[in-house]
């Protein structure tokens, strides 16, 4: 398995972190020179995750995404959803014909008003079977720190779930798997919203007790939405 992560963020490099800590090589893009050369040099990316120490064996790090995503079967996705499409402006459909896509991403695609899994579909013609979710919840500084985080991997197949699973699973990760990546995707989105809304509650002075009522029929309302929302991405 040839694997790209795309994303030199605090996601992406905890990704990158993961899958050679499972003892894969990896390529990696990432856009600024000056990282890649601390990458090889000091064996860190020195913004995100500077505690993360690389084998440079196990990289090979470069800004030329075009042959990042070439050179691999594989392709992570860990840029911001905003960014995503600037980030893609030099790909076509060709350059990810019979790619594995994985998303990493949480949120939505502004300029097309999508999922990042229907962007792909919809914009590069990617099979939705060659589409995995990976969400969490999930903090990157923990993962970082080796604490016990669960990730979904969500793919419509369900043979590639858990070949994805199988990947990321360590001492430390654990990768149930799901059928659904829309409710996968789109719960994510609507749960940060939930979290605005409780940092409101917070402001207002409520306490636990409406803070309760407030997530337990939120939950119930992600359900619900999600549920719908899945039917009409579908058909």
């Given at each position: 398995?040839?694997?790209?992560?795309?994303?030199?963020?605090?996601?992406?490099?905890?990704?990158?972190?993961?899958?050679?800590?499972?003892?894969?090589?990896?390529?990696?893009?990432?856009?600024?020179?000056?990282?890649?050369e601390n990458i090889y040099h000091y064996k860190r990316n020195p913004?995100?995750?500077?505690?993360?120490?690389?084998?440079?064996?196990?990289l090979y790090v470069s800004n030329n995404i075009k042959e990042i995503i070439q050179s691999s079967d594989h392709i992570i996705f860990a840029v911001p959803s905003a960014f995503l499409s600037e980030?893609?402006?030099?790909?076509?459909?060709?350059?990810?014909?019979?790619?594995?896509?994985?998303?990493?991403?949480?949120?939505?695609?502004?300029?097309?008003?999508?999922?990042?899994?229907?962007?792909?579909?919809?914009?590069?013609?990617?099979?939705?079977?060659?589409?995995?979710?990976?969400?969490?919840?999930?903090?990157?500084?923990?993962?970082?720190?080796?604490?016990?985080?669960?990730l979904t991997i969500a793919s419509q197949n369900q043979i590639l779930a858990?070949?994805?699973?199988?990947?990321?699973?360590?001492?430390?990760?654990?990768?149930?798997i799901s059928d659904d990546i829309f409710g996968t995707e789109y719960s994510s989105v609507i749960k940060n919203i939930v979290a605005v809304a409780n940092g409101i509650c917070i402001g207002l002075g409520y306490g636990d007790n409406f803070q309760a009522v407030l997530i337990s029929n939120a939950i119930q309302e992600i359900k619900r939405f999600g549920c719908r929302s899945s039917y009409y991405t579908r058909y």
């Open positions: 398995m040839k694997l790209a992560v795309i994303g030199s963020g605090s996601w992406g490099t905890a990704i990158v972190k993961i899958l050679t800590d499972n003892s894969n090589v990896v390529n990696w893009w990432v856009r600024e020179e000056d990282i890649i913004v995100y995750l500077s505690s993360v120490e690389f084998n440079p064996e196990d980030t893609l402006k030099e790909i076509s459909p060709d350059d990810l014909k019979d790619k594995i896509i994985i998303s990493a991403i949480k949120g939505i695609v502004p300029e097309h008003k999508m999922i990042i899994a229907a962007y792909f579909n919809n914009i590069y013609h990617v099979n939705l079977n060659n589409i995995v979710v990976i969400s969490g919840p999930s903090h990157a500084e923990e993962i970082a720190l080796e604490k016990l985080t669960y858990e070949k994805i699973a199988s990947v990321f699973k360590n001492r430390y990760l654990k990768t149930p």
